[in-house]
């Protein structure tokens, strides 16, 4: 199964969904303007931000819970052992409420910790996957980064300074998957090894916001060109695209 936002301005649509990756079964979880999704590892539940905290939800719907209560808290996600969940927020941050650092927390919200340790660039957007979290840190321009779960061993990816957004990594921690924004608002699919090796652009027309199956052979991302903003999947390599909602 696939998790997605869905945003609809027309109607009260709009909310997390879950649709077989076929496209069919597509189900609504929670209404409203949900953020940042990401599955616990048995698929009961789902992590997301809401109005600037992270919640979980069971797949079914129930057991709501609201898991940060200070500072503005975005992207979380489950660790592989279902144990922990990291986030980016400002909250108590060395450098101002404008500056944004991973931390990590239990899964019923508490031993909240700042993982992330560097107070010059600040980091953003974690992905937590393969005992490693990779992440966004701001130098001339946003930069891809590895770190271990206590925040220890970062290991810069990219250089290539273009605006990189939302990386994603696999299982196994080989590969990362995320979008480049070039001029205007063109938005790209690109993929490279965890050690920085086979940089690779992997759609043509516009690709935005993608994730990986967990085998790592799938790619599921958002056609971001002008009246398409539907979900699509592709093979790893870019090819074989198919369109799962209208």
């Known amino acids: ?9 027309i109607s009260n649509l709009s909310g997390i969904y879950v649709i077989d990756t076929n496209g069919l079964n597509n189900t609504l ?15 009961n539940w789902i992590v997301f931000s809401n ?26 996600s489950w660790s592989n052992d279902g144990d922990w969940i990291s986030y980016e927020s400002n909250y108590q941050s060395p450098n101002g409420a404008g500056f944004y650092y991973i931390w990590k927390m239990k899964t019923d919200g508490s ?64 590969t990362i998957v995320f979008f480049v924004q070039n001029s205007g608002p ?13 940089l690779r652009q992997l759609t043509s027309s516009q690709g935005y916001s993608p994730n990986l199956s967990p085998d790592g052979e799938t790619i599921v991302f958002t056609d971001s060109s002008p009246n398409n903003g539907k979900l699509w999947k592709m093979s790893k390599d870019g090819v074989n695209k198919i369109q799962l909602t209208h």
């Open 29 to 43: 979880i929670i209404n409203g303007y949900q953020y940042n999704p990401d599955w616990s590892p048995d698929g």
């Open 51 to 76: 109005a600037g905290h992270i919640h979980k939800i069971k797949l079914n719907g129930d057991s709501l819970t609201q898991l940060t209560f200070s500072g503005n808290n975005f992207f979380p």
């Open 111 to 174: 031993n909240n910790i700042r993982i992330g340790l560097d107070t010059l660039t600040g980091s953003r957007q974690s992905d937590w996957a393969a005992d490693k979290i990779v992440h966004i840190r701001f130098y001339s321009e946003p930069e891809i980064c590895i770190m271990d779960p206590d925040g220890l061993n970062v290991n810069r990816i990219t250089f290539s300074n273009s605006l990189k957004d939302s990386p994603k990594l696999t299982l196994n921690g080989s």
């Open 1 to 9: 199964k696939i998790l997605y936002i869905h945003q609809d301005t």
């Open 186 to 198: 063109t938005f790209q699919v690109w993929s490279i090894n965890t050690n920085g090796t086979n």
